[in-house]
């Protein structure tokens, strides 16, 4: 829809922060009804993800190892398309340190994690804010 296009003078935010709005504004080719349908939804999936890998990381085990890596891939791929760089390397290490059995650094790692997760979620609102179209004068 045109009317959920960005004006020329109303350009996103670009690779700045931890999300790169410019490249999720692209993928969703200037629909930013999408991209603020796909940032509330990487927005409650980061929250859920990093809460069940606590979890996960709590329960100990290598038992549970698979369903951490599967847990970080769904949020790698979710922080891939939309272009948040740092959530998504910081799940890759997890998922990675995961399938090869390296328990002992997931804690620190998913604390670098977290980290990310809260840094995309602080810059969310200004993100949206972004999207938003701003009146004529």
């Known amino acids: 829809m045109l009317q959920d296009?960005?004006?020329p003078d109303h350009a996103?935010?670009?690779?700045?922060?931890?999300?790169?709005?410019?490249?999720?504004?692209?993928?969703?080719m200037g629909?930013?009804?999408?991209?603020?349908?796909?940032?509330d939804r990487f927005?409650?999936?980061?929250?859920?993800?990093?809460?069940?890998?606590?979890r996960l990381l709590g329960e100990g085990g290598p038992a549970v190892?698979?369903?951490?890596?599967?847990?970080?891939?769904a949020l790698k791929g979710a922080a891939g398309a939309i272009a948040v760089a740092g959530v998504h390397s910081a799940a890759a290490d997890i998922e990675r340190a995961a399938r090869?059995?390296?328990l002992d650094s997931l804690p620190a790692l998913l604390q670098a994690l977290r980290g990310e997760?809260?840094?995309?979620?602080?810059?969310?609102?200004?993100?949206?804010a972004s999207l938003q179209p701003h009146p004529e004068n």
């Open 65 to 73: 190892a698979a369903r951490i890596g599967d847990t970080a891939h």
């Open 117 to 128: 997760v809260v840094r995309c979620l602080e810059a969310l609102p200004a993100v949206r």
């Open 43 to 54: 927005e409650k999936q980061a929250i859920d993800d990093v809460a069940t890998l606590t």
């Open 100 to 102: 090869c059995g390296s």
């Open 5 to 7: 296009r960005p004006s």
């Open 31 to 39: 629909n930013t009804t999408l991209v603020q349908m796909l940032l």
């Open 12 to 28: 996103p935010p670009s690779g700045t922060g931890p999300l790169d709005c410019a490249a999720i504004c692209e993928r969703c």
